[in-house]
């Protein structure tokens, strides 16, 4: 179902009204965390204006360790939705666990992260219910058993699938990870499905994310997500690589004119 060589035509995916895929470009950005009622609604309003069309905000954080801060969980799901209705920009949210897709109900974009790319069960959930999906590329794992993934959501009857290329493990080090822009390319020609680009997460460095956005859009990518936070240096988790409103309203302002010289519509 996600092979391009079945449906040689771009997928256009639409959450909530923001199309993605097949000339439509969109940006999601917002912090990684969700943190308090004003923390999310500030950040919303500011994305908002600078630009993006969705807005990101975590609840459920897959940390590396137990004693991070795992997120506001239902509570921040309730801030982030508050945070929807003072802009009305569609919601983007992680989801850890098939139990927790009730309080998914009213998600516009679900995203299964990097961590749970092959957790298959999540999947096939997903896969059953109606709502768009964002898939993370998984920390290590090739193309082929990325659009596989994809195929385990489509199989259960859900084919809108966006998928995101967020960085890979490989040997370098002073980065968080390496972006796989090659890989965007040729996804682009493995599958018909949209294919987002998370720099911020890619590399680990707010200092970088500038360019390696600019060149995601360069090398195709239907859209970008990028951490924005009000307080970067205060963030409770992922604010070294986290722009700062201004900041992204910079960057957007090049994107927008990037986009367009591409032929494709923000
Ligand atoms: C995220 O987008 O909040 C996130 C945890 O990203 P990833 O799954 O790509 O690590
Ligand atoms: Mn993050």
């Known amino acids: 179902k996600a092979n391009r060589k079945f449906h040689p035509d771009d997928s256009v995916i639409d959450v909530d009204g923001v199309k993605i895929g097949g000339g439509s470009f969109a940006v999601i950005a917002g912090p990684c965390s969700i943190e308090s009622e004003e923390q999310i609604t500030y950040c919303a309003q500011r994305v908002k204006a600078a630009g993006a069309s ?17 997120g506001m969980r239902s509570e921040g799901l ?13 919601i983007v949210t992680e989801i850890m666990n098939t139990e927790h897709l009730p309080l998914f109900e009213n998600v516009d974009l679900i995203q299964v992260g990097a961590r749970n790319m092959q957790n298959f069960e999540l999947l ?19 193309l082929e058993e990325f659009v596989m993934s994809a195929e385990y959501i489509m199989a259960e009857g859900n084919e809108n699938v966006i998928l995101c290329e967020r960085g890979i493990r490989t040997f370098e080090t002073s980065m968080r990870n390496t972006l796989d822009l090659a890989g965007v390319v040729m996804l682009h020609k493995m599958t018909h499905l949209p294919v987002i680009v998370d720099p911020s997460h890619a590399c680990g ?18 859209g970008l997500m990028i951490e924005v936070h009000n307080n970067p240096a205060k963030a409770k988790c992922d604010g070294a690589q ?11 302002q090049f994107i927008g004119k990037e986009v367009e010289f591409f032929g494709k519509k923000l």
């Not at 969705?54 to 795992?70: D, E, M, V």
């Not at 986290?242 to 957007?252: A, C, I, N, V, Y």
């Open 124 to 142: 096939k959930a997903v896969g059953r219910q109606n709502k768009p999906v964002l898939l993370k590329r998984g920390l290590a794992n090739t």
């Open 242 to 252: 986290s722009l700062t409103p201004d900041q992204f309203d910079e960057l957007m």
């Open 205 to 222: 460095h707010a200092w970088m994310v500038p360019e390696l956005a600019k060149a995601a859009v360069a090398a195709g990518a239907d």
């Open 78 to 90: 309730d801030l982030l939705k508050l945070a929807r209705r003072a802009t009305g920009a569609p």
């Open 54 to 70: 969705l807005l990101r905000g975590g609840a459920f954080k897959p940390r590396t360790s137990p004693y991070s801060f795992q």
